[in-house]
């Protein structure tokens, strides 16, 4: 019930189009020069087949798995901090 929130192994950090790696925080793909959709809550990037939603607050993207995880323990946008809830929700 109350578990803290715990994040995945690794964010997949790899271009949503051709599948490169891309280090750190970067925003684009060197190889195919994608912009990357980054999610607020692992930071992994957020390919076109996933199911991603966005904060109404600050529009930041997530994958939708995250971040109701991520309200189910916190409540409020990793983000913005502005509080939260899953009807809120695009
Ligand atoms: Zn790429
Ligand atoms: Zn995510
Ligand atoms: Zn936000």
């Known amino acids: ?35 990357q959709e980054r999610c607020i809550v692992c930071k992994g990037t957020i390919g076109p087949e996933e199911d991603a939603t966005k904060c109404p607050h600050c529009e930041g993207i997530a994958h939708r798995i995250d971040l109701l995880a991520w309200l189910k323990v916190k409540g409020t946008c990793p983000r913005c901090k502005n509080r939260l809830k899953k009807e809120d929700l695009p």
Do not use: D, F, L
């Open 1 to 35: 019930m109350n578990q803290p929130y715990k994040r995945g192994t690794e964010a997949t950090v790899h271009c949503s189009r051709c599948g490169a790696y891309i280090p750190g925080e970067q925003e684009w793909c060197r190889y195919c020069g994608a912009i």
